[in-house]
Each structure stands twice: as C-alpha cells, then as structure tokens.
T-cell receptor, first 110, second 113 residues
Framework: DVKVTQSSRYLVKRTGEKVFLECVQD?????MFWYRQDPGLGLRLIYF???????EKGDIPEGYSVSREKKERFSLILESASTNQTSMYLC?????????FGQGTRLTVV | TQLLEQSPQFLSIQEGENLTVYCNSS?????LQWYRQEPGEGPVLLVT?????EVKKLKRLTFQFGDARKDSSLHITAAQPGDTGLYLC?????????????FGRGTQLTVWP
C-alpha cells in the first residue's frame, strides 16, 4: 500500500511564527502536492512538485513556500503564520493521475 | 470559479434510501476519481474512471463517467450509516502529465440509522 505520512496531526502556532509541515511518501512517486481544505471551499492547491528541487505554484501560493530536497519528502513552509492560514493541510503524492493522501495536519494559528 | 461543480453540497438521508451525487464540468477530463473522506482524515480513493460512458460498481456504489468525459455520478443503493462522509470528485485534465487533480467542493453525506 502507498503510504503518505504527514509529520503532525495537530499543530497550534502563534501569529508570525515560521511553520514547517513535513510530508513523506514511500512509493517513489514523482509528483507531490500540498492542498488546504476549508469548509465550503473544498481542496485548494497551494504548490506541487514534479521532481526534486522543482516546484510549481498552485491556485493559492501566497504566504507559502515549499521545499523538495529529496524525492520522498515535500515540505510546506509558512514564512510568517497568520490567522487566515488556520486550516486543514493535506499532502498527496500521485502515480499518474491518481492521488494518494496523507492523514492531514490541522493547523491552528492563534 | 470551480472547474468541477459537485451537487448537492449536503445530503441527509435515512438508512436504506438511495442517493446520487453529481459532478459536472464544461471541461473534458482524461480521468475522474471519487474519494471519500472521514472527519480528521485524508481523502481515500474509491474509484477511477477513464473511459467515456464507463460504469464501475463497488458493492452498493455505482460510478459513471459521462460519454463526453465532462461529468460523473456516484449512486449509492440502500445507504448505511457507515457510508457517512465527505465525497469528493476530482478530475485530471487532458494533456496533464504532472498528475494535477481538480477537485469539486464535496458532498457531505449523513446517513441516519
């Protein structure tokens, strides 16, 4: 089975903090994705990566950056967390056009 | 604007009833996936449909991909409380080689015993 693991299930951070969300997949997938999920808005793509050190902006990249130094690991960085970044964050990797998701990180910024 | 429009947004039914969830777009997709998500968890893939007109069955769940590959439906027969969850459709656009998926906003299904 494909496994996508996010480092934290729940996080509480203060406004202005730098926040790192980590994601690791064990199936040697080329593509990895970060989404945020908010009620009524569905899943919105923040960034994705199709290879090591490669990244592409998704639909809502503002306030976020990413890092992919190794194929299996894709990190989402909130440079200066704000309350409007309180959300559920989902990491995914894909084999072709099929996505496999991690369990999600519920981030609260206070 | 949402590339995939999913309806209804909420569905609350009694155990044993049938239901259909729709996923529509004006765009053509090379494949369409349906996911189910439980509270506090990530989405889990239920099925992928790739051929126009394709119908797939997964026990009491029937998935259909429209002939023109612009829409899909999920039909559940004799719903059970264990079917409760958020159902998401997601499509991959033709020509996309990067595996990017476009998601609908989801249908929150509640099945009461």
């Amino acid at each position: 089975d494909v496994k996508v693991t996010q480092s934290s299930r729940y996080l509480v951070k203060r406004t202005g903090e730098k926040v790192f969300l980590e994601c690791v997949q064990d199936m040697d997938h080329e593509n990895m994705f970060w989404y945020r999920q908010d009620p009524g808005l569905g899943l919105r793509l923040i960034y994705f990566s199709y290879d090591v050190k490669m990244k592409e902006k998704g639909d809502i990249p503002e306030g976020y950056s990413v890092s992919r130094e190794k194929k299996e690991r894709f990190s989402l960085i909130l440079e200066s967390a704000s309350t409007n970044q309180t959300s559920m964050y989902l990491c995914a990797s894909s084999l072709g056009q099929i996505g496999f998701f991690g369990q999600g990180t519920r981030l609260t910024v206070v | 604007t949402q590339l995939l429009e999913q309806s209804p947004q909420f569905l609350s039914i009694q155990e044993g009833e049938n239901l259909t969830v729709y996923c529509n777009s004006s765009s053509v997709f090379s494949s369409l996936q349906w996911y189910r998500q439980e509270p506090g968890e990530g989405p889990v893939l239920l099925v992928t449909v790739v051929t126009g007109g394709e119908v797939k069955k997964l026990k009491r769940l029937t998935f259909q991909f429209g002939d023109a590959r612009k829409d899909s439906s999920l039909h559940i027969t004799a719903a059970q409380p264990g079917d409760t969850g958020l159902y998401l459709c997601a499509g991959a656009r033709r020509g996309s080689t990067l595996g990017r998926l476009y998601f609908g906003r989801g249908t929150q299904l509640t099945v009461w015993p």
